[in-house]
């Protein structure tokens, strides 16, 4: 592509017609979309939770998470927890912290758990479409119902009220959620649970899990997310996240880690006598080997070959397994669950080959590179589009997505379409995801964030994000203005030849049927894809079209 100077559509004019007028592209007026649909039956817990300082609308404070003075008062859950008859205490848990890959890891554990027929409570955030996503319960991993949980609430509701007056109101949405899904798993004699951390570790509401309860801990990677709430630095961010690391319990390592990283994650686990497993051990030989579809989903090839003799000796061959789950980063992932796996074997939990492989064959995350079907498409008004859904919103998922995407669809042209949250790395994300190739167009647009306008970010700032992001990597992109008939297409705009990346902003569902204009026009006969992204509440949004 040409080198060009580019602007954020304010200042400068540009001789090859960056103030395109391309008709019907995107819609000028924005729509914010909620993500909260929830189901009437649970009025009353909404309402008690609404009333609640809730982080995930507001952000989170400056050196929430890290285990100083200005971190989150673990205290306080611990009193709450004691009022409930610590109900963590009547069941096992794996705990998981991470700044990616805790949520998949998760859903991996559980299924493989599940698939060797243990009672698993599985306890993760944030949610795509419904609270009720966070605890999945049982043999089959199903939500926990809308009746299920508020009839639970409401047995609970007189000591949770009493709480929050003790503490002073200062009881988070996050805690006093989590206190109800592990009481909950506790009534439902849950034999073992598999629970994400929220925000870093030490601090975390998850962390009133100790030393005699907990089966194993993971740490599946540290990164940059979060940076303020977590110290500031990668190092204090992996000091936080060490701090689920429990006297004495096997600590599991995702990765892969800088060198000083590992460095901190295993001087933890040392001072806490715990043996560490890795799934990044040199002798392992996981690869992935292809794709393939299964019933008209695409799935991933992988062979998992462990062999690891340090701390533990743990060893497994499995070849051919098909992830629904795709990526490298996925596969990753997937290894880190089958070594969790393992030494959970070692702990008396009886899991067998055959299970590890049903259980990662088996699991599926809402909204982590999720193709929708050809009727879904339609809904949407796209028909015979294909679309990814993945709520990547940090620099490093973005180069997993990449990755990703250039691994499953090598040739296809793609248009992007993007809303984040206004905390996110919009530079870092944009530079990630401008050198996928065969980029067509990137349409910004907007959604609440946790059913919330607080920390969105508006169209009009990411779609300059992503102007400067090109400007720095000498791409040439054009800025599409709103303007003329419907009926007007890219070929009349005289830019159908052009190289350039068109740039746009609207509502959701408008760009979502431009980037399907785009690639009707732009591509012919060639694949596309149109690939939603940038946070899990765009996710959800598009999800609750279909929904409707």
């Given at each position: ?345 070692k702990q008396g939990w009886s ?182 992204t940038g946070s899990l509440h ?5 999800l609750g079209y279909l929904d409707?």
């Amino acid at each position: 592509m040409k080198n060009l100077s580019i602007f954020c559509g304010i200042t400068r004019s540009i001789k090859r017609s960056m103030a395109c007028s391309v008709a019907g592209l995107v819609h000028s007026t924005r729509h914010s979309f909620s993500t909260l649909r929830e189901d009437p039956e649970m009025d009353q817990l909404m309402k008690f939770l609404g009333n609640l300082k809730n982080f995930e609308k507001s952000g989170v404070p400056k050196g929430a998470g890290t285990d100083s003075e200005d971190g989150f008062d673990i205290g306080r859950m611990r009193r709450l927890m004691g009022l409930l008859g610590n109900p963590q205490s009547m069941f096992k848990t794996v705990h998981i912290a991470g700044t990616k890959g805790k949520g998949s890891t998760s859903a991996l554990l559980s299924s493989i758990l599940r698939a060797e027929g243990y009672s698993v409570g599985c306890y993760t955030s944030p949610h795509v479409q419904t609270i009720r996503e966070r605890i999945t319960l049982g043999r089959w991993g199903e939500l926990v119902s809308a009746k299920k949980l508020n009839h639970h609430f409401n047995t609970r509701r007189e000591i949770l009220e009493r709480a929050v007056k003790l503490e002073n109101g200062c009881l988070s949405h996050f805690e006093v959620f989590t206190a109800i899904a592990f009481s909950l798993f506790a009534e439902e004699n849950t034999e073992i649970a598999v629970v994400e951390a929220g925000l870093g570790g030490a601090r975390d509401a998850t962390n009133v899990i100790v030393g005699p309860d907990l089966a194993i801990s993971i740490i599946t990677t540290v990164g940059e997310e979060h940076l303020d709430a977590l110290g500031g630095s990668l190092e204090s961010i992996a000091v936080a996240k060490s701090g689920i690391i429990k006297k004495g319990r096997p600590l599991v390592l995702g990765g892969p880690f800088i060198p000083s990283i590992e460095s901190i994650l295993r001087s933890k686990a040392s001072s806490m006598s715990s043996p560490v497993v890795s799934a990044c051990d040199p002798v392992n030989r996981s690869a992935l080997r292809g794709f393939c579809e299964v019933s008209g989903i695409p799935r991933q090839l992988c062979d998992i070959v462990l062999h690891i003799e340090k701390d533990f000796d743990l060893s497994i061959k499995l070849l051919g397994v098909k992830l629904r789950m795709l990526g490298a980063h996925q596969l990753q992932n997937a290894v880190t669950a089958t070594c969790a796996a393992l030494c959970l074997n070692k702990q008396g939990w009886s899991l067998s080959s055959v299970s590890i492989r049903a259980g990662l064959e088996g699991a599926v995350l809402q909204g982590r590179t999720q193709v929708l079907s050809s009727e879904e498409a339609s809904l949407l008004g796209v028909p015979g589009a294909t679309i990814l859904l993945d709520g990547a919103h940090t620099k490093e998922s973005a180069r997993a997505l990449t990755n990703t995407l250039q691994m499953t669809f090598p040739k296809a042209k793609m248009v992007l379409v993007v809303a984040m949250a206004n905390d996110k790395n919009h530079l870092g994300f944009a530079r990630e995801l401008l050198s996928v190739g065969n980029l067509d167009a990137v349409l910004s647009t907007e959604v609440d964030i946790a059913g919330a306008k607080l920390r969105l970010t508006s169209a009009s700032s990411l779609k300059c994000a992503w102007a400067n992001a090109s400007r720095e990597m000498n791409m040439e992109v054009l800025d599409l203005k709103v303007a003329g008939s419907e009926d007007e297409s890219l070929q009349a705009a005289g830019i159908v030849e052009s190289e350039s990346i068109l740039l746009a902003e609207g509502s959701l569902l408008a760009c979502i049927r431009a980037g399907f204009k785009i690639l009707s026009e732009r591509t012919g006969e060639q694949p596309g894809i149109i690939v939603v992204t940038g946070s899990l509440h765009i996710v959800s949004a598009v999800l609750g079209y279909l929904d409707s």
